[in-house]
Every structure is written in C-alpha cells, then in structure tokens.
C-alpha cells in the first residue's frame, strides 16, 4: 500500500523560478526519501531526511520534514530544463519492516 | 563501487508465455532486494523482497514469482503471463534497513 502522496500532481514552471511539491503520510515513519525518475528510467536518489530532522540541503535542493503534520516538502531552487522529471517521496517505518512505500509522484515540467 | 544489473531492459511477450527478469548487483554483500512494478504514470507498487538467499516475502498476490539463487541476484519469473502483467519493473538493492534504497535502469514489459 501506498504511504506517501505527493502534491501537486503535476507542475509546470518557467525555467529559473522555483518548484515546491509536497508529500504527506499516514503512519510515523522513520525515514523519508526524494526521489527523482526521468521518463522511462529508474529512479534516483536526491535526500534522505531522518524522522529527527527538520531541514536538509542538497545544491539547489531543499527537503524539510514536519513530523507533527506528517508532510514533508522538496523545494528545486533556479530550476532548470533538466530538472524535467517526476518526483517521488518514499517513507520507511519500524510498523512496515522498514520497507520503503512510495507516493504516485509529482510531474515536474520545465518550460525554456 | 556499487552497481545494480537489470536485464532484459525490454520485452515483448505473447500472452501465455514464461518470463524471467534479471537482477544482479555488484560491490555488496547480502543486501536486501526488491521487485518493484510501475503503472505508467503511477508510483511503485513492491512486488517481492528478500533479506537473504532463499528469503522471499511476496507484497501481493499476483502471477509472478521471485527466487533468490544467489546472495546478489534476484530473478522475477511468471509461467504465464497476463495481459496485466504489463509495465515498468525496477529491481532495487538497500544495504539494510532504514538506508538509501538504489534502482536499476529497469525492464519495459509487454504483454500482447
């Protein structure tokens, strides 16, 4: 079963500006992970951010984590042509045998 | 370093017919594996998982099997395929629980 879901679905910016999706979940987790996939291809890891972490950074990648709210958020700063890609945030819990569930992800389309 | 192995990356198949998926990765030991299936424009769903040689815990019923031959290769099989068997598969390894989970490119299935 999915855990995480993401939001928006889709997103389509201009090239340069930011990009923020957001990823919500049900039950306490102990790690939370982005992950990026290109069309057609595996996916790869961007951040992982641990259950007693508020903020990490990654370049031009920012991921906070609220345990309170269950969400965390993934901010692309000065996006770029190649960060065109889908979004996946996936969650590990000590209650799921710390099997990773992913999200349906978000669509990040960026316009030249 | 670590590398994941996935073959074939496509397949067309008649429906009926047997299949074998395989995985195998490099510059570990005993990792955890896993089969993951993607819809096209969905999230993960997990398939399989193994902790070890011989060690496999299936997620959902369905018309695949895994094995486990060895300690780093993991293979999906199906005797007979269905037409819903069709999609995106990702083998995928984790060093252990709670850590960085690493896909490989991943295999395009057909079934006509």
């Known amino acids: 079963s999915q855990q995480g879901e993401e939001d928006p679905q889709a997103l389509s910016i201009q090239e340069g500006e930011n990009a923020t999706m957001n990823c919500s979940y049900k039950t306490s987790i102990n790690n939370l992970q982005w992950y990026r996939q290109n069309s057609g291809r595996g996916l790869v890891h961007l951040i992982l951010i641990r259950s007693n972490e508020r903020e990490k950074h990654s370049g031009r990648l920012r991921v906070t984590l609220d345990t309170s709210k269950k969400s965390s958020s993934l901010l692309i700063t000065a996006s770029r042509a190649a960060d065109t890609a889908s979004y996946f945030c996936a969650t590990d819990s000590k209650y799921n045998d710390y099997k990773l569930s992913f999200g349906a992800g978000t669509t990040v389309t960026v316009r030249a | 370093s670590q590398t994941i192995h996935q073959w074939p990356a496509t397949l067309v198949q008649p429906v009926g017919s047997p299949l074998s998926l395989e995985c195998t990765v490099e510059?570990?030991?005993?990792?955890?594996l896993y089969w993951y299936r993607q819809a096209a424009g969905r999230g993960l769903q997990l398939l399989f998982y193994s902790v070890g040689i011989g060690q496999i815990s299936s997620e959902v019923p369905q018309n695949l099997s895994a094995s486990r031959p060895q300690d780093r290769q993991f293979i999906l099989s199906s005797k007979k395929l269905l037409l819903s068997d069709s999609g995106f598969y990702l083998c995928?390894?984790?060093?252990?629980?709670?850590?960085?989970?690493?896909f490989g490119e991943g295999s395009w299935l057909t079934v006509v």
């Open positions: 510059g570990t030991s005993n990792p955890n």
């Open positions: 995928a390894w984790m060093p252990g629980p709670g850590n960085t989970i690493y």
